[in-house]
T-cell receptor, first 108, second 115 residues
Framework: TQLLEQSPQFLSIQEGENLTVYCNSSSVFSSLQWYRQEPGEGPVLLVTVVTGGEVKKLKRLTFQFGDARKDSSLHITAAQPGDTGLYLCAGVNHQFYFGTGTSLTVIP | GAGVSQSPSNKVTEKGKDVELRCDPISGHTALYWYRQSLGQGLEFLIYFQGNSAPDKSGLPSDRFSAERTGGSVSTLTIQRTQQEDSAVYLC?????????????FGPGTRLTVT
């Protein structure tokens, strides 16, 4: 089993604050994806990172893939209430291995 | 275009009854996945189909769980003799291929409650 641990599990912050979510594993992945899920819906892909050390930016979201392709981070700058949701990382090695999830609440 | 659809959206059943959950993937997507998600938690992999065959059934929790896919399209997940611990949201996803870095498109899920 290729486990991915996410931290923190729960995060509640004020609008405008910055935050970082971590996704860690002892396994090496060919790529890593981040999804966001809102209540009552399925997860939606935010980004895929492929190369060790890769950094991708999506507006206020910055994603980084670790050099060894075992871990990743998601940094949100100036969080907005619309960022509220469950953030899931998924390591890819012929199939998808999902992390434990980080539930983010941004308070207006 | 149509996304992944799942039915029913909600299912309440009595312990010991059998249930069938349906997934209609996006047309042309060859890979189909079933996951189980407990409240606010990550996704637990159940089974993966490439076309009509299931190369990976390793996530099925017990022999009460089975799944099939016909015509490379619709899939059905069956849970026999349901138990209370089966209560969860069952998510289906499809992708263009089962390999590589392809995006999975998820359905809205079926919320199963076993009383």
């Amino acid at each position: 089993t290729q486990l991915l641990e996410q931290s923190p599990q729960f995060l509640s912050i004020q609008e405008g604050e910055n935050l970082t979510v971590y996704c860690n594993s002892s396994s090496v992945f060919s790529s890593l994806q981040w999804y966001r899920q809102e209540p009552g819906e399925g997860p939606v892909l935010l980004v895929t990172v492929v190369t060790g050390g890769e950094v991708k930016k999506l507006k206020r979201l910055t994603f980084q893939f670790g050099d060894a392709r075992k871990d990743s981070s998601l940094h949100i700058t100036a969080a907005q209430p619309g960022d509220t949701g469950l953030y899931l990382c998924a390591g890819v090695n012929h199939q998808f291995y999902f992390g434990t999830g980080t539930s983010l609440t941004v308070i207006p | 275009g149509a996304g992944v659809s799942q039915s029913p959206s909600n299912k309440v059943t009595e312990k010991g009854k059998d249930v069938e959950l349906r997934c209609d993937p996006i047309s042309g997507h060859t890979a189909l996945y079933w996951y189980r998600q407990s409240l606010g938690q990550g996704l637990e992999f159940l089974i993966y189909f490439q076309g009509n065959s299931a190369p990976d059934k390793s996530g099925l929790p017990s022999d009460r769980f089975s799944a099939e896919r016909t015509g490379g399209s619709v899939s059905t997940l069956t849970i026999q003799r349901t138990q209370q611990e089966d209560s969860a949201v069952y998510l289906c996803a499809s992708s263009f291929s089962g390999q590589g870095h392809y995006e999975q498109y998820f359905g809205p899920g079926t919320r199963l409650t076993v009383t």
